[in-house]
């Protein structure tokens, strides 16, 4: 008896929205495999966060299809958000529960949720346990909720403008994070050259709801015959990554 | 093929530790529980002090007091609570994405308003048993002579006002307007219901729109059950009306984003 093929961990076919006046997301496809940490790069308003948010379900495409898995977010939405999790940008907290008490709240949505002990350690907030999510710093912050989003052993993360805002330090204790992910899928939005170039195995440029190229950090950079990930993105999309300050 | 997942709802587990969330995010904001708390003792109180004929006996065993006061003091306990905590609440989550957040967890962010209602009800209980043991101790407060039905009425006077709510938290597009429309809608309906006096000292056709709105049905319902009289059936319909009204507005218009 020969094994089905496993489908891919996200594939998103021709992905539409538009809204009234402006089409956000113009035929975006996109096929990242198992194990893999895929980046999406793109200046401000690209379409990056309207892309990973109807990959996520939080936003039906106008047109095309998307499936986690095999499944699909927004008719089996039960079941992917159990092996889903996402760290959205900006996203607030309950602010006055202690990190503790938001790592207990959320280990109770799913049914075989990482220890409370282990996901603080494994974003270094052990000795943070007892603050409340109000007066944590914002790289603590980030971090909690990146353990918010591990916290019930998801297959596949998306990880939104990781570590827009923090400090070059707090951005090295985040990547080390991501870094030590090696069993899940990882989809990781970023306007960040550097990030990207360190964390992912393969990136999508995206510029006005396009994918304008795809490949390895390295194939991108030969492709545009650059020598940095932002020479070439600026290279491929006439744009400088920090320019565009839109809404996304 | 697609993957081999059971879909798992959260559990009573989950909706213990929801409720629990809400109430220390209600209990750490002290602030906000001065006004539901704080404001319906203050109106016994001075209100108490104020009429020297409270203690006037208007029904076998029942006080002036307990007749006219305390429906006023227990109906203004839940408007303060559903109508302008509850909204603000929802309407700060909504503005800093936490119900997003949660749309992306197994949980719902259904699960969240919920919570909150059971937070509120609890709020609810606490505020009328401060406002009641006070009345108890220092102005010889009687319990309702149709306790069954004063339940009842407290249970529809409930629903009713947190479908005030859900149209508060539905139309307000951030929370300092949750917390204005809320307030105007608060002190609207209950100057009409007689929280600033007897409504039948307001002119006819105020009475009327008082009598029809669910401060005032919740009061003449309350009052009736203190005196162990049978509770007027319009008041029974203004006060399922308003809830429906507010489930439907919610359902229609409410964004958890």
Same mark, same amino acid.
């Given at each position: 008896?020969?094994?089905?093929?496993?489908?891919?961990?996200?594939?998103?076919?021709?992905?539409?929205?538009?809204?009234?006046?402006?089409?956000?997301?113009?035929?975006?496809?996109?096929?990242?495999?198992?194990?893999?940490?895929?980046?999406?790069? +793109?200046?401000?308003?690209? +379409?990056?966060?309207?892309?990973?948010?109807?990959?996520?379900?939080?936003?039906?495409?106008?047109?095309?299809?998307?499936?986690?898995?095999?499944?699909?977010?927004?008719?089996?939405?039960?079941?992917?958000?159990?092996?889903?999790?996402?760290?959205?940008? +900006?996203?607030?907290?309950?602010?006055?529960?202690?990190?503790?008490?938001?790592?207990?709240?959320?280990?109770?949505?799913?049914?075989?949720?990482?220890?409370?002990?282990?996901?603080?350690?494994?974003?270094?907030?052990?000795?943070?346990?007892?603050?409340?999510?109000?007066?944590?710093?914002?790289?603590?912050?980030?971090?909690?909720?990146?353990?918010?989003?591990?916290?019930?052993?998801?297959?596949?993360?998306?990880?939104?403008?990781?570590?827009? +805002?923090?400090?070059?330090?707090?951005?090295?204790?985040?990547?080390?994070?991501?870094?030590?992910?090696?069993?899940?899928?990882?989809?990781?939005?970023?306007?960040?050259?550097?990030?990207?170039?360190?964390?992912?195995?393969?990136?999508?440029?995206?510029?006005?709801?396009?994918?304008?190229?795809?490949?390895?950090?390295?194939?991108?950079?030969?492709?545009?015959?650059?020598?940095?990930?932002?020479?070439?993105?600026?290279?491929?999309?006439?744009?400088?990554?920090?320019?565009?300050?839109?809404?996304? | 093929?697609? @993957?081999?997942?059971?879909?798992?709802?959260?559990?009573?587990?989950? *909706?213990?530790?929801?409720?629990?969330? @809400?109430?220390?995010?209600?209990?750490?904001?002290?602030?906000?529980?001065?006004?539901?708390?704080?404001?319906?003792?203050?109106?016994?109180?001075?209100?108490?002090?104020?009429? @020297?004929?409270?203690?006037?006996?208007?029904? @076998?065993?029942?006080?002036?007091?307990?007749?006219?006061?305390?429906?006023?003091?227990?109906?203004?306990?839940?408007?303060?609570?559903?109508?302008?905590?509850?909204?603000?609440?929802?309407?700060?989550?909504?503005?800093?994405?936490?119900?997003?957040?949660?749309?992306?967890?197994?949980?719902?962010?259904?699960?969240?308003?919920?919570?909150?209602?059971?937070?509120?009800?609890?709020?609810?209980?606490?505020?009328?048993?401060?406002?009641?043991?006070?009345?108890?101790?220092?102005?010889?407060?009687?319990?309702?002579?149709?306790?069954?039905?004063?339940?009842?009425?407290?249970?529809?006077?409930?629903?009713?006002?947190?479908?005030?709510?859900?149209?508060?938290?539905?139309?307000?597009?951030?929370?300092?307007?949750?917390?204005?429309?809320?307030?105007?809608?608060?002190?609207?309906?209950?100057?009409?219901?007689?929280?600033?006096?007897?409504?039948?000292?307001?002119?006819?056709?105020?009475?009327?729109?008082?009598? &029809?709105?669910?401060?005032?049905?919740?009061?003449?319902?309350?009052?009736?059950? *203190?005196?162990?009289?049978?509770?007027?059936?319009?008041? *029974?319909?203004?006060?399922?009306?308003?809830?429906?009204?507010?489930?439907?507005?919610?359902?229609?218009?409410?964004? &958890?984003?």
């Amino acid at each position: 008896m020969t094994e089905k093929p496993q489908p891919p961990a996200i594939e998103a076919r021709h992905l539409v929205k538009r809204y009234k006046h402006k089409t956000a997301v113009d035929g975006i496809s996109l096929r990242v495999a198992r194990g893999e940490t895929f980046g999406i790069l +793109g200046t401000n308003g690209a +379409g990056k966060t309207t892309t990973v948010e109807m990959i996520a379900g939080l936003r039906k495409p106008t047109e095309g299809s998307v499936r986690i898995l095999g499944l699909d977010p927004f008719t089996e939405r039960a079941k992917v958000r159990q092996i889903l999790g996402v760290q959205l940008q +900006g996203a607030y907290l309950h602010g006055s529960l202690t990190a503790r008490e938001l790592v207990d709240l959320y280990r109770g949505f799913y049914p075989d949720p990482l220890d409370a002990d282990e996901a603080l350690t494994m974003v270094e907030l052990t000795d943070k346990a007892r603050t409340k999510f109000d007066d944590l710093s914002g790289g603590q912050m980030q971090r909690l909720s990146i353990a918010l989003a591990l916290i019930g052993r998801p297959q596949v993360v998306i990880l939104d403008e990781l570590t827009t +805002g923090l400090d070059p330090r707090a951005r090295r204790r985040v990547w080390a994070t991501i870094e030590s992910l090696s069993e899940q899928t990882v989809i990781l939005i970023s306007h960040a050259m550097d990030e990207v170039e360190r964390l992912c195995d393969r990136v999508a440029l995206i510029d006005a709801g396009r994918v304008l190229a795809h490949g390895t950090p390295g194939q991108l950079r030969e492709q545009a015959g650059a020598v940095t990930l932002e020479d070439a993105f600026v290279a491929l999309t006439g744009k400088d990554i920090q320019g565009d300050e839109e809404e996304d | 093929m697609s @993957e081999a997942v059971h879909a798992r709802r959260p559990g009573p587990r989950a *909706w213990l530790k929801l409720i629990q969330a @809400e109430a220390k995010m209600v209990t750490r904001d002290t602030a906000g529980l001065i006004v539901p708390l704080g404001l319906p003792l203050l109106i016994l109180v001075m209100q108490g002090i104020s009429f @020297e004929d409270l203690g006037v006996e208007v029904a @076998e065993g029942v006080t002036a007091f307990s007749v006219f006061l305390l429906p006023v003091v227990v109906t203004m306990v839940v408007a303060t609570i559903a109508v302008i905590n509850m909204p603000s609440f929802l309407a700060t989550y909504r503005k800093t994405k936490l119900l997003r957040r949660l749309a992306v967890t197994p949980a719902s962010p259904a699960m969240v308003l919920v919570a909150q209602m059971a937070v509120s009800f609890i709020q609810v209980l606490l505020g009328i048993g401060i406002a009641f043991g006070v009345a108890m101790v220092f102005f010889d407060a009687d319990l309702p002579r149709s306790p069954l039905v004063a339940a009842a009425v407290l249970l529809a006077c409930c629903a009713a006002m947190y479908g005030v709510g859900m149209i508060v938290a539905s139309i307000s597009p951030t929370p300092n307007s949750s917390v204005a429309i809320g307030l105007i809608a608060f002190f609207g309906i209950a100057a009409l219901g007689g929280m600033f006096g007897p409504a039948e000292n307001l002119p006819e056709p105020l009475q009327t729109i008082g009598s &029809w709105l669910p401060f005032g049905a919740s009061v003449d319902a309350l009052q009736h059950a *203190w005196a162990g009289e049978p509770v007027d059936p319009k008041n *029974w319909l203004v006060l399922g009306a308003t809830a429906a009204l507010g489930a439907g507005v919610a359902a229609a218009l409410f964004r &958890w984003e």
